[in-house]
């Protein structure tokens, strides 16, 4: 049977390292595309340094647990675009491509002669996404950023704590995760522009930039009611409102109560559920699951003022009750009550116990030549006609350096050994690596 | 307006019918804002998401919710009853009309109504139709009611979130606030109907996206995954930085004027590194002892790294307000940040000079107010807010009549029969 999918016929040139660009196009890749990574092992990030590699293998270019979770789905080109040969492949590449993405500073790819009048000349409907922190225009535009800078300097970290504390902030890069989202979004949108008009274009997309509107009523509070976040109770925590403090929207859909995280059985560190009441009937459906106890049916907390008043009090009872039950049980209750709750879930809980993620696949083994067969992350998306999904595992760097270079561009087995030899592949004074010299021959 | 500013955007002459509360109403002005005609569809009495302050100068009312104004960018709106046989028939002629429904109903809510993708698409084989819900079409949790606070919990966000013991003892697991698990669903979302509209510009071929919030939440944790597949690890929370399988050196900095910066230092601490430290402390004329010439040695700096972070780069930090230091350490190739409240961000000169602030008018109250606009510039086809949202039923006389050919006495038996 052939698989149709919806990028079939899509050829990437992905010059995107470290997180936000690749995983950008590991979605572009899973999609259908072609997605061409072009690497070196001297100035790599994204492999190395790895925090991910399994205990007992070596810690190298090839290892990275995270690296192959964030790369499926493409080939490697291992080439010196800093070399004139180089650079010739890499046009010759660009010429017979869609799109080109990369997430580097704001000059990188000019100075290197790929600048997008460049790109232009050498593929005129080019769409080419840059992906840099502030973006390639404004006074800024050469500022560093991962991550947790992009979150800081957007407003995203200052919305996550608790109030008279300091930011308790995201505690993963959500800007890489996010700025990836951004970039493989611009670039479908480029390609349907493009196949709809027959035009390219550049997408200046930034990653700090792509944060701001994220705190979209936030900033409009600030600009139509003039008033801003750094106010008494804000961050409420996980709560919608923090009691004792002036009552105001405080941007987290209806202010309601309960709204809280609340320790379950047996109390070890992830062992938490949520439960949000968004009105008095749900509110009534939890009292009556925890089996009516005086304290609940007191009427003072039948309305939603009442509960926002006396939120402590409410809090510390529910938690009195979801601390006899285990998280799962808790929320299977509750949903069946028709009361809000989830469990908090880790990452192992999430790939072993959560029964629709298993049930939505959203974790199924690929093969991959060091590290074995492995878990990776799926698509949260089912396209009836095209599904995405993972087909290759991460590349080796430069694993497919042959096939592109002799296969699609069409050099010689004695040109690619030259190149071998001359530094255009791969570093002369670097060992090669077995497979490299498996594809010698 | 300059050409630029009028030139279509990537997306101009695509129709998307938006059925969608909180869950769907970002992917939807993300849809119009990149210049897609996106058509609100609400019940009479207006989608609930009216109802989510703040509110224009705390006036609750259907037409003044901030956060609908923000989620509701570029779309025309108008008022349709599902619930009835007249409702449905008007929108089964929308969506013979439409390229896109993106719907956020419970699952099998409008198959229930006979308004199933195989339904609509019979008489629409180019329509492409997203169901962007909590849970996703199958599944055990299938029916699950959600929030945003629950699907950051089960997703995963605040299992990595929160405090480390000394600056918060015993702290909960931190939901970050702004609604993002709809952030997460809505940016997944666009992309799934982006991937069916290429694949439609080639085989004109419609098809069903089944997307879950859950799901796109799940994926949006960065290396936690990867942590425990590859190493069988669980993450401590941290204040302001990387969860991790064991505590690392902080990050976040009190700056002077009792604000933030986050300085990413540890794991960068080179001789470089140290002796740019050391002319950043030197300009600002900060004592330190980075000159002395052990720290040429990278094992001496290792040992030193507790002294120079929480010393000297802390130190450093709180004796300037947060801007100062953002810009000084930028200038000098620091990868630091000042840690900004929102309202912040309205006063900094980048996103000035990219013009990223959009006047938005509101022509009803004869004012205009400021909103952020877009994550990246189309140099070829602009992302751009075309109009604020939509009043309620503001479209329907525009839509129902003047699209779809309606005289205005059949409008208002239509209305008088609650279908509008």
């Known amino acids: ?441 | 307006m300059t050409g630029a500013q009028t030139q279509p955007g990537p997306l101009a002459g695509l129709r998307v019918l938006e059925l969608a509360d909180e869950k769907g109403q970002f992917c939807g002005k993300l849809l119009g804002d990149l210049g897609a005609d996106v058509v609100k569809i609400e019940p009479p009495g207006g989608e609930a998401t009216r109802r989510v302050g703040p509110f224009l100068e705390d006036v609750p009312h259907q037409d003044r919710s901030l956060s609908f104004w923000h989620y509701n960018t570029s779309k025309r709106g108008v008022t349709l009853n599902l619930r009835v046989g007249d409702g449905r028939q008007l929108f089964r002629r929308l969506a013979e009309t439409a390229d896109v429904i993106l719907e956020t109903f419970p699952p099998n809510h409008l198959a229930s109504l006979d308004l199933s993708y195989q339904a609509l698409s019979a008489q629409n084989p180019r329509l492409i139709m997203c169901s962007l819900t909590p849970f996703g079409q199958t599944g055990p949790w299938r029916d699950y009611q959600s929030s945003d606070l629950l699907h950051m919990a089960a997703g995963g966000q605040m299992a990595s979130c929160g405090y480390d013991e000394v600056d918060v003892a015993g702290a909960p697991p931190i939901a970050p606030g702004g609604g993002n698990a709809w952030h997460m669903g809505g940016h997944f979302g666009c992309i799934a109907i982006m991937a069916a509209l290429v694949h439609r510009t080639v085989t004109g071929e419609g098809q069903y996206i089944d997307a879950s919030i859950h799901d796109a939440c799940a994926l949006t944790t960065e290396a936690a995954i990867a942590n425990y597949i590859y190493r069988g690890e669980t993450l401590v929370r941290q204040t302001g930085r990387h969860h991790a399988p064991a505590p690392t050196p902080r990050t976040q900095f009190r700056s002077k004027d009792g604000s933030y910066v986050t300085a990413l230092v540890a794991g960068r601490l080179t001789p470089k590194y140290v002796k740019d430290l050391a002319a950043l402390f030197d300009s600002h004329r900060m004592p330190h002892d980075l000159h002395d010439p052990k720290y040429a040695d990278p094992a001496t700096i290792a040992a030193s790294t507790s002294h120079i972070i929480n010393h000297l780069v802390a130190g450093f930090i709180a004796t300037l307000p947060a801007e100062e230091v953002y810009h000084a350490a930028q200038a000098r190739g620091f990868t630091w940040g000042a840690v900004r409240a929102p309202e912040q961000l309205l006063e900094d000169a980048h996103l000035g000079d990219r013009g990223f602030w959009k006047q938005v008018e509101h022509p009803e109250l004869g004012r205009s107010f400021t909103y952020p606009g877009e994550a990246a510039i189309y140099n070829g086809s602009p992302w751009r807010i075309s109009r604020r949202a939509p009043l309620l039923g503001e479209h329907n006389v525009e839509i129902f009549c003047g699209e779809l050919g309606l005289s205005r006495a059949e409008l208002s038996v239509l209305a008088e029969g609650s279908a509008v």
Not at chain 1, 62 to 90: H, Y
Not at chain 1, 317 to 324: D, G, K, N, P, R
Not at chain 1, 404 to 427: K, N, Q, S
Request: aromatic letters at 8%.
């Open chain 1, 1 to 441: 049977m052939s698989r149709r999918r919806a990028l079939d016929g899509v050829r990437v040139v992905d010059f995107s390292w470290v997180r936000a660009g690749p995983w950008a196009t590991r979605w572009l890749g899973a999609l259908g595309a072609e997605v061409i990574k072009i690497e070196w092992p001297e100035n790599e990030r994204g492999r190395l340094p790895s925090t991910t590699t399994p205990q007992g293998l070596e810690v190298n270019l090839n290892t990275s647990g995270n690296f192959n979770d964030t790369n499926v789905n493409k080939k490697s080109l291992c080439l010196n675009v800093r070399s004139a040969m180089g650079l010739k492949i890499a046009k010759r590449l660009i010429a017979i491509s869609d799109i080109v993405i990369e997430n580097f500073s704001s000059r990188v790819l000019q100075a290197w002669g790929l600048g997008y009048a460049e790109l232009c000349q050498i593929k005129p409907d080019i769409v080419y996404v840059s992906m840099s922190g502030y973006g390639h225009s404004g006074r800024n535009h050469g500022y560093m950023t991962f991550g947790p800078i992009a979150q800081a300097v957007s407003g995203l970290t200052f919305i996550s704590g608790l109030p008279d504390k300091p930011p308790a902030g995201w505690g993963w890069s959500y800007m890489d995760d996010t700025g990836g989202m951004y970039g493989a979004m611009c670039a479908l949108i480029g390609l349907y522009h493009r196949n709809m008009t027959g035009n390219g274009q550049h997408i200046d997309q930034a990653q700090m930039i792509s944060g701001v509107p994220l705190n979209g009523p936030a900033l409009l509070d600030y600009t139509v009611n003039g008033r801003g976040t750094r106010r008494a109770g804000y961050p409420p925590g996980n709560r919608a409102h923090w009691p004792g403090t002036p009552l105001v929207s405080n941007h987290r859909g209806l202010t309601s109560a309960p709204h809280n995280a609340y320790r379950t059985h047996p109390g070890d560190y992830n062992d938490w559920c949520v439960i949000v009441c968004q009105n008095d009937a749900e509110w009534q459906r939890l009292v009556d699951l925890m089996g009516a106890p005086s304290w609940a049916t007191a009427p003072r907390l039948a309305t939603l003022g009442g509960r926002l008043q006396f939120q402590e009090e409410l809090d510390k009872h529910i938690e009195a009750w979801s601390m006899t039950l285990g998280k799962y049980q808790l929320s299977e209750l509750c949903q069946a009550a028709g009361v809000r709750a989830l469990p908090l879930q880790s990452a192992e809980d999430r790939v072993e116990k959560d029964p629709q993620l298993r049930h939505r696949e959203m974790y199924t083994p690929i093969d991959h030549p060091v590290l074995g067969s492995r878990k990776v992350q799926n698509a949260p998306f089912k396209l009836s006609r095209t599904p995405a999904n993972n087909h290759l595992p991460s590349p080796l760097i430069g694993q497919h350096t042959r096939e592109l270079v002799e296969g699609l561009l069409g050099y010689t087995v004695e040109e690619l050994r030259t190149g071998f030899a001359d530094g255009t592949f791969w570093p002369s004074n670097r060992p090669r690596l077995p497979y490299l010299d498996e594809m010698l021959k």
